[in-house]
Nanobody
Framework: VQLQASGGGLVQAGGSLRLSCAAS????????VAWFRQASGKEREFVAA????????YTGDSVKGRFTVSRDNAKNTVDLQMNNVKPEDTAVYYC?????????????????WGQGTQVTVSS
C-alpha cells in the first residue's frame, strides 16, 4: 500500500488543521493506521492511531483532548483533526500503516509510511 499525507501548512496557535492520509494500491481498511510526528532535532513521536474498523482510537498524551483520528474506509482515507494547536505541535507529520496499534504504539512496528506533511504553528 502507498500512503500520501496532505493538509499541512502554517496555522496560528489556537487554530485548527486537518491532515489526511490517502491510500493507494490496496484498500486502507486492511490496516490499522497511525500518525507520528517528528520535530527538528527530536525523535519521532506517536500522535494518534486507529484500528482497522475505526472502533478503537488512541492518542498520545501530548495531544490528548485536542487531536482526533478518524477513518473513512469507503474513501480510503484516515484523517487527523488538530484543534487548539500549539507551537510545540510544529513538526513533520507522517501516517503509517501495517503495524499494531494500542495504548502503546511504536513506529518500528509499521511497514508502510507516507512522505510526511509539514505543520508549522505560529505563536
Amino acid at each position: 500500500v502507498q500512503l500520501q499525507a496532505s493538509g499541512g501548512g502554517l496555522v496560528q496557535a489556537g487554530g485548527s488543521l486537518r491532515l489526511s492520509c490517502a491510500a493507494s494500491g490496496r484498500t486502507i481498511s486492511n490496516y490499522a493506521v497511525a500518525w507520528f510526528r517528528q520535530a527538528s532535532g527530536k525523535e519521532r513521536e506517536f500522535v494518534a492511531a486507529i484500528s482497522r474498523s475505526g472502533g478503537n482510537t488512541y492518542t498520545g498524551d501530548s495531544v490528548k483532548g485536542r487531536f482526533t483520528v478518524s477513518r473513512d474506509n469507503a474513501k480510503n482515507t484516515v484523517d487527523l483533526q488538530m484543534n487548539n494547536v500549539k507551537p510545540e505541535d510544529t513538526a513533520v507529520y507522517y501516517c503509517a500503516a501495517g503495524g499494531v496499534v494500542g495504548s502503546a504504539t511504536y513506529s518500528t512496528d509499521f511497514n508502510y509510511w507516507g512522505q510526511g506533511t509539514q505543520v508549522t504553528v505560529s505563536s
